[in-house]
């Protein structure tokens, strides 16, 4: 099966093409720090056979967390208790990859009041937020360039750049919530200005060898915005910098969305055939059917699986068991395998 079989990108290869992909926990301290609670979240995936695993979104500034009880990485102090996490996930076999975000609008953080490319809030249950100046924009450019520094020192695998779900580089990337009028809005060349100075900025300390990628919203669910032509432009604008595109859509605006099985697939698939960049797809993916066909038909590259690897940590080890792959069951679990 294709679902297991090993994928190389960069120096980095997995054993599997599962994926678990980055969902927030609302576990950490205040203060940014993961818990024990990270660490066993982490570590049953692992345990459990994924060859991929993307830690949640992790802020570059604290007024950049989702919410105050996201992990952090604006300080040094906080690099050894994500360092704890990537060791226990590669000691059970998985390769770890890190998320890095600032929340824009949508961050309930109290730090401070949010920033965003232009003035316009989330909802009415939102802050408004503040528009940013150059200055500033500069200042979180370097706040990620820092993070992938502190990403690398704790050991991660790989890098992965949060341009979704209505945060702040997918807030710089639709004409829905940048109005700007200087160089950092109005074309489209300049609302992908501030997520290329990012990739430009994190490429200087980020090692060669080791995958950067971007997590974006390739939909926004509302005429005038992103849409799957539009984003392959965006891909494009910025492939010389990325290794891979991880494909969602979505979270820019509160509509509601027609989601169902695989919803998102179709966006994964156009960006891997006309960006020529390898692609991860996800959207209430549940089974081993669904993933085989979609690797099969050359709709992705790896699959991410959220919520199903949150009902069952160890659905990578069962779907080998089921399929007669060997390797994946601990010598300590075998009892439980034995057919």
């Not at 060669?208 to 891909?235: C, F, H, N, T």
Request: with cysteine; aromatic share 8%; charged share 25%.
């Amino acid at each position: 099966m294709k679902l297991f079989e090993e994928y190389k990108v960069k120096g980095m290869t997995l054993k599997n093409r599962i994926v678990m992909p980055p969902m927030c926990m609302y576990q950490a301290a205040s203060d940014g720090f993961p818990s024990s609670f990270h660490l066993c979240h982490y570590a049953s995936r692992a345990l459990g056979g994924v060859g991929l695993i993307i830690v949640e979104s992790t802020g570059v500034v604290p007024v950049g967390r989702i919410t105050d009880h996201d992990l952090g990485i604006w300080n040094d102090e906080q690099i050894p208790g994500l360092k704890r996490i990537v060791d226990v996930c590669h000691a059970n076999g998985a390769k770890i990859a890190l998320q890095i975000n600032h929340a824009g609008r949508k961050s309930t953080s109290s730090a401070r009041q949010p920033f965003a490319p232009s003035a316009v809030r989330f909802d009415s249950d939102y802050r408004m937020p503040e528009e940013l100046t150059k200055t500033q924009i500069g200042e979180i450019v370097a706040a990620f360039k820092a993070a992938a520094g502190r990403a690398n020192t704790a050991g991660f695998d790989a890098l992965e750049i949060h341009a979704a779900h209505g945060y702040l580089v997918h807030e710089f990337l639709s004409p829905i919530t940048n109005r700007r009028t200087d160089e950092y809005g109005g074309s489209l060349e300049n609302r992908v200005r501030f997520l290329k100075e990012i990739l430009a900025a994190v490429r200087s300390v980020w090692p060669e060898e080791k995958p950067l990628w971007i997590r974006v919203s390739a939909r926004d669910y509302q005429e005038g915005g992103i849409d799957g032509e539009m984003m392959v432009q965006i891909v494009n604008m910025a492939k010389s910098s990325i290794d891979l595109v991880h494909v969602s859509s979505g979270g820019l605006l509160p509509i509601e969305i027609n989601d169902y099985p695989g919803y998102q697939v179709p966006l994964s698939e156009k960006i891997r055939r006309e960006c020529g960049k390898p692609t991860i797809a996800v959207g209430l993916i549940t089974n081993d059917e669904m993933v085989e066909e979609i690797l099969q038909n050359g709709r992705a590259d790896l699959v991410a699986m959220g919520r199903e690897l949150l009902r069952n940590p160890y659905w990578t080890m069962n779907a080998a068991t089921k399929h007669g792959i060997a390797g994946y069951v601990p010598e300590s679990y075998k009892r439980a395998h034995t057919v």
